[in-house]
């Protein structure tokens, strides 16, 4: 019995010694787990969690290497995330059944690796690293993890070692995820350092290209940031960036204001001094605050603008050597234009004359002809010289109460002995809505409406040429429908530019310049109206011109005088007039009208024949152009003796604007060169009238 109670007091020793050695290897291990953890928070590196991890297992597993493993989904293969061996470094592992189990937890020793797929096709520099593996697994936010043991002598692995991992796992996964994140921040922080320095150099390309300096300062004004030590080639040696302008005080209080106002600003332009090449800089900048809303200071950007500046320069050198050459062409027209009046005047004048001579029927035909080609050529210098005013910008409309319908009603009865003649219906259609009277210039409608209505009777041959004046939203629009020959699509793209015709070869069966629809748009754009074209190549053409309706000036009623007959009473005229031709036509055409006429060869002369005898005369007709002293300046001294015989101006400038400027001369009309039969008869009977109720 008593050696019983020996053998049980002896066996309960023992159990309490293993108890005991136990608790002291838990304890042992719960130390190690502490510090491993302890160590792995002060780690900076993901390769200093590792070896802490390392350091914790090499006391209870003897391994010679260690590596671990990751993934982000099923379908990948496990790349290596850390390791003790370079070998290892940067290889890939194909996943079986093996490191699906690790994976899912479970502690394995391989006694054999080369059995077993996942490292049976390992290099060999590799394989002989691996004769002996313990491996686990853990989940991680990123994926899969894989921790590997390996060791080059085989049986190095048995359950104690996996009785270790699995008491360790804690420590474990705390390494494995803790290394997988540092993994992942490492990375997130490689990427977006490299995108800051991508960013970085990018904005220095940027500004090498665009050449800006930037700047930044304070609410002092002191800088914060300079882009570069020098602008222009001006040294930046000062704090402030108003002491930049020191020699430059206007600059400097304009600068000063703008930063004051806490407000954004664009295009300060200062130039440097000249000795330091007197290059421009344009400023710009903004304030900027912080996110309390306080104010920081400024940034901004300063420019070269100096190539800028001489391009302006340049620019505007170019403009002006345009308008002289522009003016120059303007003054050449005007002149051609008068100076081919004036021969033109004797040879209507002449044929007018000619035509009241008792031909017959034949010489008539031929007469008739002859003035149809001069009116040609007139028409063709009006057009030019009325282009010319347009371009250089010296053509004005002069709005005035008027009909829309009664113009295109005049020009329509004007132009109905051309349609018959080619045998043409030509109607006119005035709508009811029509208003009676709108404000607009009535010579130029009236201009707009020649042309539009010329041209179809011209390019008609057969069927008709229909008007129609009708209202459409706040506009009066007048349609020209003609069944001619029609325009193509091509055609149609320039037929609204100078000299430009639908058939411009040389054998075209038209004639014309290709000017009055370059003119007639611009007139009526001068108006703020628009002109549009539908027409088809064989088919015909439909112009629409479209006008705004303004409500017509409150008019002066006039007292009309009741209608009598004008007394035909012969008229003592002084004709001042340089062309000797002009001068026979003139009085020719005056003499056979019953009239006394005496020929002064410049306005010197007739300024003499006045002082001489003013009384004698009832009518002075006075050239423009004339040597030794010209028209305006006869007049002028005229009036100032005090002389109120009537003086018209006998002219080949004959526009709005010549005519307010010789009535500033003190003249009391104008006869416009060449001089028409009707239009000498209307003056010579208004004159005669005059005379006769003084």
Not at 20 to 41: T, V
Not at 188 to 214: C, I, M, Y
Not at 475 to 493: C, F, L, P, R, Y
Not at 546 to 553: D, Q, S, T
Request: contains cysteine; charged residues 25%.
């Amino acid at each position: 019995m008593p050696g019983r109670e020996t053998e049980t007091l002896q066996e309960t020793l023992l159990a309490l010694l293993r108890s005991q050695e136990r608790e002291k290897q838990l304890r042992d291990e719960y130390s190690a787990i502490l510090a491993g953890m302890s160590a792995m928070a002060g780690a900076n590196s993901k390769r200093q969690v590792f070896n802490s991890l390392l350091a914790v297992l090499r006391k209870y597993i003897g391994f010679e290497h260690a590596l671990v493993l990751t993934r982000e989904d099923e379908t990948s293969h496990l790349e290596e995330l850390v390791t003790t061996c370079t070998n290892f470094e940067s290889c890939s592992w194909e996943v079986n059944q093996t490191f699906i189990r690790a994976i899912n937890g479970e502690s394995i020793a391989l006694f054999d690796p080369l059995q077993v797929a996942e490292f049976r096709y390992l290099p060999k520099d590799q394989i002989g690293l691996c004769r002996s593996v313990l491996m686990t697994g853990v989940k991680v936010s990123s994926g899969d993890a894989l921790l590997l043991f390996l060791h080059s002598q085989p049986g190095q692995f048995g359950a104690s070692c996996k009785r270790v991992l699995a008491r360790f796992r804690p420590l474990l996964e705390r390494a494995i995820i803790d290394i997988d994140y540092r993994e992942r921040l490492q990375t997130l922080v490689t990427v977006r350092t490299q995108e800051l320095l991508h960013n970085q150099q990018r904005f220095k390309d940027f500004a090498n290209t665009v050449g800006d300096w930037f700047w930044e300062i304070d609410t002092e004004y002191r800088f914060t940031y300079i882009s570069a030590p020098d602008l222009s080639n001006h040294v930046i040696d000062k704090k402030s960036l108003l002491d930049l302008f020191d020699d430059d005080s206007d600059f400097q209080t304009k600068l000063r204001n703008k930063l004051l106002s806490n407000e954004d600003f664009e295009d300060l332009e200062w130039q440097l001094p000249g000795n330091e090449g007197g290059a421009w800089i344009s400023f710009s900048g903004s304030p900027y605050f912080s996110k309390h809303g306080e104010l920081r200071g400024y940034r901004g950007t300063a420019k070269d603008i100096t190539s800028k500046k001489q391009r302006l320069v340049e620019l505007q050198q170019a403009r002006q050597q345009a308008e002289s050459a522009n003016a120059a062409k303007s003054q050449f027209l005007a002149m051609m234009s008068h100076e081919i009046r004036t021969p033109l005047n004797a040879v209507l004048g002449l044929m007018d004359t000619l035509a009241d001579s008792g031909l017959n029927i034949e010489q008539l035909k031929w007469v008739n002809q002859m003035e149809q080609s001069a009116q040609l050529l007139l028409t063709i210098i009006n057009d030019i010289l009325d282009l010319s005013r347009i371009e250089s910008g010296k053509f004005d409309l002069y709005m005035e109460p008027m009909s829309v319908a009664d113009c295109a009603t005049l020009v329509v009865e004007q132009l109905r002995d051309q349609a018959q003649k080619k045998n043409i219906d030509l109607n006119i259609r005035v709508d009811e809505t029509v208003p009676e009277k709108t404000q607009g210039d009535k010579n130029r409608v009236t201009q707009v409406m020649f042309n539009l209505i010329g041209n179809a009777i011209k390019f008609t041959n057969s069927g008709s040429v229909n008007v129609a004046v009708t209202t459409a939203n706040n506009e009066i629009v007048i349609t020209v429908i003609d069944t001619g020959i029609g325009i193509s699509d091509e055609a149609q793209k320039n037929l609204f530019n100078p000299f430009v015709q639908a058939d411009g070869s040389i054998t075209r069966k038209y004639g014309g310049t290709g000017l009055g629809l370059a003119i007639s748009r611009h007139l009526v754009g001068k108006m703020q109206g628009r002109i549009s074209l539908v027409s088809h190549l064989g088919h015909g053409s439909c112009f629409s011109v479209f006008l705004p309706i303004i409500a017509a000036a409150a008019e002066i009623e006039e007292e009309k005088l009741p209608q009598r007959k004008v007394p035909r009473r012969a008229l003592s005229i002084l004709l001042a007039e340089d062309s000797k031709t002009n001068q026979m036509v003139a009085k020719l055409m005056l003499e056979k009208r019953g009239h006394h006429v005496q020929v002064a060869d410049n306005g010197q002369m007739a300024l003499d024949m006045i002082e001489a005898s003013p009384e004698q005369f009832d009518l002075i007709l006075m050239d423009i152009s004339m040597p030794v002293m010209d028209g305006m300046e006869a007049t002028r001294k005229i009036r100032e003796k005090h002389v109120d015989l009537p003086i018209v101006a006998l002219t080949a400038n004959a526009m709005h604007s010549d005519q307010l400027e010789y009535q500033k001369a003190g003249m009391n009309g104008f006869l416009a060169k060449p001089i028409r039969v009707a239009e000498l008869d209307k003056l010579l009977c208004e004159y005669a009238e005059l005379v006769s109720l003084a």
